[in-house]
């Protein structure tokens, strides 16, 4: 899933020293690539009874968030480990992949975080400040 600047800074948060171009090195001996978004298309079949896409132009979901978060979702895991035989597989692998996206993916945006940790740091941070408040 992850890029090499992801795969070296989750390498970093284990405590290994290593050279990012060392990790792009090694990745590219091995084939191993990040996920791109928007290069291939694929639909499930009918027969399955998956359908294809959610929403319609002018409801909840037609927004950018949920565009970006469903884009992502396809990329990272419906398209890198299909295709899919049944729901139950696919219901599976979406909790899986929630489990991962929310408490072990580093964030970039975040100083390579994953959301549950910064989570914690800023539930923290506001006991202490409340904390000290109450003291003065």
Known sequence: M???RKVWQALRRQAVQVARCTVERLMRQLGIAGA???KTRRTTIPATGIDASIGSVGDAYDNALAESTIGLYKTELITRRGPWCTRDQVEYATLEYIDWYNNRRLHGQIGHLPPTELEAAYYRELRC???LGQVL
Do not use: A, F, L, N
């Open 2 to 4: 992850y890029g090499v």
């Open 36 to 38: 791109t978004r928007g």
């Open 129 to 131: 400040v409340k904390e």
